[in-house]
């Protein structure tokens, strides 16, 4: 059985559909025990995360990068850092924001960036772009991680959007037994 935790930030409620799905993606796949937990359940929970052999991390793009909520996460692991404690984990992201571009990729960079620097072993989204309409999967054409997006006051991002968003967390779990089996 391999474990894997989806971390995630959300402001106002969007980013979350995004991580229900990542999640609903995870335990879609037989074999693989999938956890939801919020940022700051995460820093709550250390010893959880270490014990995982995936983390999927998430959260919306303020201010054309990862939320400060999220960032706060972020530099909570700077202990197990020191230790390099996740070394050889597999990692992935995931970010939402308002606008189409809005830059999320400098949201998705910096989580592969972070992913990095814990030594971990990255895994990129893996879909090509079916189309530009709601409905398609990666329709904003990432490769790095999953991108969702919310117009302001909408309530979730597009059936498109939350599809990438399980594909993302079925290529992680799929990716995460196979490296857990070479172990
Ligand atoms: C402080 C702040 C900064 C934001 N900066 C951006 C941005 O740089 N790019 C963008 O497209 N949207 C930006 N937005 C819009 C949010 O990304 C968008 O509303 C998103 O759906 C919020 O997700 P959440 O409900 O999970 O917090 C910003 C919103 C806030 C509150």
Aim: glycine share 12%.
């Amino acid at each position: 059985m391999a474990s894997i935790i989806v971390i995630y930030h959300s402001g106002f409620g969007h980013t979350k559909h995004q991580a229900e799905r990542v999640h609903a993606g995870v335990a879609s796949v037989a074999g693989v025990s999938a956890t939801l937990l919020t940022s700051d359940e995460a820093i709550a929970q250390m010893d959880s995360l270490a014990a995982a052999d995936a983390i999927i991390f998430g959260c919306p793009t303020y201010m054309g990068g990862p939320s400060a909520q999220f960032k706060k996460f972020i530099d909570a692991t700077g202990g197990v850092w020191m230790k390099q404690g996740w070394a050889d984990k597999i990692a992935a992201g995931f970010t939402n924001s308002g606008g189409l571009s809005g830059d999320k990729q400098t949201t998705l960079s910096y989580l592969a960036t972070f992913a990095a620097q814990h030594s971990m072993v990255w895994v990129s989204l893996g879909q090509m772009t079916a189309g530009q309409s709601a409905e398609d999967v990666n329709r904003l054409g990432a490769y790095t991680g999953a991108m969702a997006q919310s117009a302001h006051g909408s309530s979730a991002p597009s059936s498109g959007d939350l599809r990438t968003a399980e594909l993302l967390g079925q290529r992680v779990a799929r990716a995460t037994l196979r490296w857990v089996k070479g172990k």
